[in-house]
């Protein structure tokens, strides 16, 4: 199962897929970095903000950048590598693999492979940011994104309106990781999902993954209209989420459960027909 697993990552690290997303989000993370390094350009001491303050988790000047990651997320993970067994079903290479191994072995690597992807590119890509950022500003300044003093850290900056404010209020840095893991979560967990459901559509499957894009894309447009926005993936998985602390947790278990069934159903039905 292991080497079957390193196998698939080899795989999937060789695609030029997989090269120009892992290009594509360290870009944008080193050019949120840019950004905020510009805004300050010049700026006397009295007017920097801590480093904690200006990743791209947290910063209010580079906002854009987390807003267009999270907002693409379903197309960028959908397009990494979750067309994999499908390709191999269409062009044969599957036949061959299953007179060395069995379906379910297949495809326990495959899935795993499909999640280690996004989330590492997510993770190290943010992560570049934060050490960015980390070592280039300082660690007490004279500016804070709430306009309150440095000593202040009480109640004056908590709002129980916001997700996880608690986590923030008392560490900052934990508030940012905290982030940068459940949004390389759900970059892994939509992968699998997407993986699903191109296994169960079986052609075109790069459109099948546009498909699902604009389907996420038209759920967060109705849920925006009907007042349920706080609901919708590109805001509860963003730093200063408006609404509850359990948003996406919902989202990451419902996008499991439902993976998890639409894989199982499927390869029963894939051993039905390969035996």
């Known amino acids: 199962m292991w080497e079957l697993y ?14 120009f997303i892992s290009m594509l989000f360290l870009l944008i993370c080193i050019l949120a970095f840019l950004v ?5 350009y010049g700026t006397s001491f009295s007017f920097i903000r801590r480093a904690s303050q200006m990743t791209i988790m947290i910063s209010c000047y580079s906002s854009y950048f987390l807003s267009l990651i999270t907002m693409l997320l379903p197309l960028l993970a959908g397009f990494l590598y979750s067309d994999n067994f499908i390709l191999e079903k269409n062009n044969g290479t599957l036949s061959l693999l299953l007179t060395r191994t069995s379906l379910k072995r297949i495809m326990v690597s495959k899935v795993f492979a499909v999640m280690t992807l996004p989330f590492v590119i997510s993770f190290f890509s943010l992560s570049v940011n934060i050490l960015l950022t980390y070592f280039t500003f300082p660690s007490i300044a004279g500016d804070s994104d709430l306009s309150f003093p440095a000593y202040d850290i009480g109640l004056n900056q908590y709002s129980s309106l916001y997700a996880f404010d608690l986590l923030r209020l008392n560490s900052e840095w934990g508030y940012t990781y905290f982030y940068v893991l459940l949004i390389s979560l759900f970059a892994s967990v939509l992968a699998v999902f997407i993986f699903s459901l191109v296994n169960w559509v079986g052609k075109n499957s790069y459109l099948t993954i546009i498909g699902i894009f604009i389907g996420f894309i ?24 408006l609404g509850s602390a359990i ?17 199982i159903i499927y390869t029963r039905r894939v051993e039905l027909i390969e035996s």
């Open 6 to 19: 390193l196998n698939e990552l080899r795989k999937g690290f060789r695609r030029i897929e997989v090269r």
């Open 36 to 40: 905020n390094c510009l805004e300050f």
């Open 218 to 241: 038209m759920g967060g447009l109705a849920l925006a209209l009907t007042g349920m926005e706080r609901w919708s993936w590109h805001i509860a998985f963003r730093p200063y989420a």
């Open 247 to 263: 948003t996406p947790f919902l989202w990451l278990i419902g996008l499991v459960v439902i993976a998890i069934g639409l894989l």
